[in-house]
């Protein structure tokens, strides 16, 4: 927020008469720093002159950093939504994942419709939001000129956006956060996605006042609720031990060089992004014979896939430290028999990459990586498409159609589960899934199963144990229903 003040003092016009030319030159302090502005007429002084006089004679406050009064310093400084918005995309990409790039773009393009000033002359919807999304929000791509169609619709879009101090009205906030609760076809957008980009544009908003455009953050006087929403997994979604082994299964028959993936996802309740960044050097499987058959998993990272557009190489793989870890964080995570054992089969039969990954692209009927994608990782369509027909294959009809295991990501889900109602406890579960116990409790709340049972036989022992003695001891006062 600026400073303003109102200890403000104007000095008269100062003509000074050089050798080619005469300049007028307006003097004034506001708080005791002295401002000068020339000018090339007498006339233009005195009208900046007049101005400065009638803003002061009015009462006006003046802005102590540039001298003006306030309403012509906000003139001054005036700043449209979709020059400010690639502003905010400038500051937060170089320290932003490619993930959290889409996701700014992609809630800055949908703000952006609620804050057009006119819709006269504009571009089509697809064609303007794809222009938006792929060139105005993106500071690689805003390094290159535009093709024909989005340069087009960029220039209508920066010169169409309200102006940034227009968020200061309710209604335009209001409209703003409207926006972001529909999706394209006009439908209700999930709460959670609601609340991603609420959070971003109340970024973009809170770097306004940062850079003094705003005074606050106009959301915080918008009586707007975000839809709740429920961290809590469905356990629906959980399958038992029984389907995730006929899953499993179905995987190695339809693609058996991801058998390994799935399982890492299942046993050891790994993130897909952690288990496509395991090496052969992350392994530590002990001996066959040996007396322990339990090994373990160092996982050193994430492998993210976020398109070329969003990534610093141009590469649509971005390998990224553990999720709210330090860069160099590692997680040990055990890894049981059954899982020992798949591990061993998938080396023995397709080895590894030529970096060492486990699962890479490969081609051919024995599964060999493919030429030159040294660093490259099995695509998320690839694994997606194979995990789709293994449900198909493995699950009844009803199964299918329903949430059951419906996303890889939910084998991580019963893994955690199945470990908390193992009786594994809480504290050791989060350390093994990355997670604090806190967020582990309230995600999997719904998924601990025989809380209830336990807790009835400890009512019906309670009940029985009373109804079993011998009554009331006579040395002690009756209590009845309203006495003491």
Known sequence: MTRQSY??????????????????????????????????TKKLAESFHAQLTTAAREGEPFD??????????????????????????????????GRHRKSIAEALATVSFALFSTTRGMPDRAELRRALYTWSFN???????????????VRWAAANTV???????????????????????????????????????????????????????????????????TEEVDRRVVVNPAQARRLLAAVRE??????????????????????????????????????????????????????????????????????HRAANA??????????????????????????????????????????GASSASVSVSTYTRVWRAARKAALTPAEFASPLAR??????????????NAGVPATQVAEWAGHSVAVLLKVYAACLYGQEDAARRRIVAALSSSSESEGPDETSPRIRHGQP
Request: aromatic share 8%; charged share 25%.
């Open 330 to 371: 590692t997680r040990p995570v055990p890894a049981c028999p059954d899982l020992v054992r798949v591990l061993r089969r998938h080396l023995a039969e397709f080895g590894t990459g030529p970096d060492g990954r486990l699962f890479v692209p490969r081609v051919g009927k024995f599964g060999r990586p493919v030429a």
């Open 64 to 97: 102590v950093e540039s001298g003006l009064p306030v309403s012509m310093a906000r003139e001054l400084n005036k700043r449209s939504w979709y020059e400010h918005a690639c502003g905010f995309v400038d500051m937060k990409w170089p320290r932003a994942s």
């Open 7 to 40: 200890a403000v003092r104007i000095w008269a016009i100062r003509k000074y008469k050089g050798a080619r030319k005469t300049t007028y030159t307006v003097r004034w302090a506001v708080e005791g720093n002295e401002f000068p502005k020339t000018f090339a």
């Open 163 to 229: 102006d940034i101090a227009d968020m200061k009205d309710p209604v335009v906030t209001r409209r703003a956060l409207d926006a972001l609760a529909v999706t394209l076809d006009g439908k209700p957008a999930a709460p959670t996605t609601i609340a991603r980009k609420r959070a971003v544009l109340y970024g973009a908003l809170r770097y306004a006042v940062e850079l003094g455009y705003l005074d606050a953050n106009p959301i915080d006087r918008v009586q707007w609720k975000v839809p709740k929403t």
């Open 407 to 420: 996303r890889p990501y939910d084998l991580r889900h019963a893994a955690v589960s199945l470990q908390l």
């Open 139 to 153: 500071t690689a791509a805003r390094a290159s000129d535009p093709e024909q169609a989005v340069s087009r619709a």
């Open 254 to 323: 339809e693609a058996p060089e991801l058998e390994a993936l799935f399982a890492c996802m299942y046993y050891a309740a790994l993130r897909p992004a952690e288990a496509l960044h395991l090496r052969e050097s992350d392994l530590f499987l002990p001996n066959e014979d040996g007396a322990d058959p339990w090994g373990e998993l160092l996982l050193t990272g994430s492998t993210q896939h976020v398109g070329a557009a969003w990534a610093d190489d141009g590469s649509a793989r971005q390998d990224r430290a553990l999720k």
